[in-house]
């Protein structure tokens, strides 16, 4: 059983900067792959970021060279630095685990970008 805790969504301008928290109840190091996924209003919940046990990432297109994935074993946490956002990026934000065959998921946070 893993739990993962979100942080760190809220209210922010286009262009601005937010970073999203994932700590989780286990060592991640031992996670296959954590990750980030997002769900927009009426749209189906999509891959963000992910990174895997080696330290291999992966990023949807419409993120990439804006979001940054990263992890602190020490801390047990998983980051998405997101930088340059745009009005498209709202959605409620879902830390994601996928370890020994089964998906983990966080409660969500929302990341809501207007002027």
């Known amino acids: 059983q893993v739990q993962l805790v979100e942080s760190g969504g809220g209210l922010v301008q286009p262009g601005g900067s937010l970073r999203l928290s994932c700590a989780a109840s286990?060592?991640?190091?031992?996670?296959?792959?954590m990750g980030w996924y997002r769900q927009a209003p009426g749209k189906p919940r999509e891959l963000v970021a992910q990174i895997h046990r080696s330290g291999i990432t992966n990023y949807a297109d419409s993120v990439k060279g804006r979001f940054t994935i990263s992890r602190d074993d020490a801390k047990n946490t998983v980051y998405l630095q997101m930088n340059s956002l745009k009005p498209e990026d709202t959605a409620v934000y879902y830390c994601n685990a996928y370890h020994y065959g089964t998906n983990y998921w966080g409660q969500g946070t929302q990341v809501t970008v207007s002027s």
């Open positions: 286990i060592r991640i190091f031992s996670i296959d792959t």
